[in-house]
């Protein structure tokens, strides 16, 4: 995807990037090499907004999620709280951490959802602003 020669028209890989994987990681069967390639060769500075189904507070509503897409063709896989913090490796999460997504929004007046009450996690991670990208075509 990086290598395409439409994104190296539209993105300069040597400036920091934003990269949104919102509601797309739990369709991938190994979201976190997918995710650890594409923020390797990413500057630094560069910024992963994700998020992610899991199961582990609503596993019965959930897993009947799950059977209802998947005779139209979509896999989802909900994955646990330790799995999804494991996307945001090497990354440092901004705050309010890997939460519920409307604990993003807290001054909505809203009443957020309560330990084991949500199904999608979602966090902010941001790459070391020193770090310097791998990238094949320096290697």
Same mark, same amino acid.
């Given at each position: 995807?990086?290598?395409?020669?439409?994104?190296?028209?539209?993105?300069?890989?040597?400036?920091?990037?934003?990269?949104?994987?919102?509601?797309?990681?739990?369709? #991938?069967?190994?979201?976190?090499?997918?995710?650890?390639?594409?923020?390797?060769?990413?500057?630094?500075?560069?910024?992963?907004?994700?998020?992610?189904?899991?199961?582990?507070?609503?596993?019965?509503?959930?897993?009947?999620?799950?059977?209802?897409?998947?005779?139209?063709?979509?896999?989802?896989?909900?994955?646990?709280?330790?799995?999804?913090?494991?996307?945001?490796?090497?990354?440092?999460?901004?705050?309010?951490?890997?939460?519920?997504?409307?604990?993003?929004?807290?001054?909505?007046?809203?009443?957020?959802?309560?330990?084991?009450?949500?199904? #999608?996690?979602?966090?902010?991670?941001?790459?070391?602003?020193?770090?310097?990208?791998?990238?094949?075509?320096?290697?």
């Amino acid at each position: 995807m990086l290598d395409h020669p439409t994104t190296g028209a539209l993105l300069d890989l040597d400036q920091p990037v934003g990269v949104l994987a919102v509601n797309v990681l739990h369709l #991938i069967d190994q979201p976190g090499t997918v995710v650890g390639r594409l923020m390797q060769r990413l500057a630094g500075g560069s910024v992963l907004v994700a998020s992610h189904l899991t199961a582990e507070h609503r596993p019965r509503e959930i897993a009947t999620l799950v059977e209802l897409v998947a005779p139209i063709g979509i896999a989802w896989v909900p994955r646990s709280r330790t799995e999804v913090q494991a996307l945001f490796t090497g990354l440092t999460l901004a705050e309010p951490g890997l939460v519920d997504p409307a604990g993003w929004r807290p001054d909505v007046d809203e009443p957020l959802p309560g330990p084991g009450e949500g199904f #999608i996690l979602a966090g902010i991670g941001r790459t070391t602003p020193d770090r310097h990208p791998c990238r094949r075509d320096r290697a």
